[in-house]
């Protein structure tokens, strides 16, 4: 099993900035990509960013420009710096993790998950 631990989430105003980390452990050799998933209340699941144990980084086209999407193999640390935050990015942001190298965009394609912490964007 893979544990996955959020941190960094708050209440924040337009405009601001912050910076969520997660922290992978348990069996970790395997894991293909992380990546960030967000629910919002009464919305499905929606895919925000993910990075394969190679560095190469994908975003959704709402984020792309604002978040950055960064890991540290050593740590097994993924870290997502959102700048620029808006309402709409009020939500429960959740890491996750995958073995599978398709599909990255999409949120089934994830095995493990966190717990999810909230950031919230008032305006």
């Known amino acids: 099993q893979v544990q996955l631990v959020e941190s960094g989430g708050g209440l924040v105003q337009a405009g601001d900035s912050l910076r969520l980390s997660c922290a992978a452990s348990?069996?970790?050799?395997?894991?293909?990509?992380m990546g960030w998933i967000r629910q919002a209340p009464g919305k499905e699941r929606e895919f925000v960013s993910t990075?394969?144990?190679?560095?190469?980084?994908f975003y959704a086209d709402s984020v792309r420009g604002r978040f950055t999407i960064s890991r540290d193999n050593a740590k097994n640390t993924m870290y997502l710096q959102m700048n620029s935050l808006q309402p709409d990015d009020t939500a429960v942001y959740y890491c996750?993790?995958?073995?599978?190298?398709?599909?990255?965009?999409?949120?089934?394609?994830?095995?493990?998950w966190g717990q999810g912490t909230q950031v919230t964007v008032s305006s």
């Open positions: 990075i394969t144990w190679g560095g190469s980084a």
């Open positions: 996750a993790a995958t073995r599978n190298s398709a599909r990255l965009t999409s949120s089934s394609e994830y095995d493990y």
């Open positions: 348990g069996r970790t050799f395997g894991i293909y990509a």
